[in-house]
Nanobody, 123 residues
Framework: QLQASGGGLVQAGGSLRLSCAAS????????MGWFRQAPGKEREFVGT????????YYADSMKGRFTISRDNAKNTVYLQMNSLKPEDTAVYYC??????????????????WGQGTEVTVSS
């Protein structure tokens, strides 16, 4: 089970840190990803982190602004979002992939999903 938190309302240019806490004892065996879905749009890849946290991959529009990290001892993955823009407004989801070796941008490969946390960026 994944529980995302940390969303809220922020002004453009501001920052937010999302957290995703996982239950269970095998968190370190999962590639973790963040996705988002804006109203009326399809779910979009944000970024992903490998099992050990040594590699991260991001969608082009997030590079340099968003940072994913994980703490396997705490069963938690984070999404640090800086320089937020109104177009970043969306519901953000964390997800876990037990089969992929490296980071993964394909939402269909993910096995477990959190409930989402809403981020609203005002202009």
């Amino acid at each position: 089970q994944l529980q995302a938190s940390g969303g809220g309302l922020v002004q453009a240019g501001g920052s937010l840190r999302l957290s995703c806490a996982a239950s269970g004892r095998s968190f370190s065996m999962y590639v973790m990803g963040w996705f988002r879905q804006a109203p009326g749009k399809e779910r979009e890849f944000v970024g992903t982190i490998t099992r050990g946290g040594t590699r991260t991959y991001y969608a082009d529009s997030m590079k340099g602004r968003f940072t994913i990290s994980r703490d396997n001892a705490k069963n938690t993955v984070y999404l640090q979002m800086n320089s937020l823009k109104p177009e970043d407004t969306a519901v953000y989801y964390c997800a876990a992939d037990r089969n992929t070796y490296d980071g993964n941008s394909n939402p269909h490969d993910y096995d477990y999903w959190g409930q989402g946390t809403e981020v609203t960026v005002s202009s």
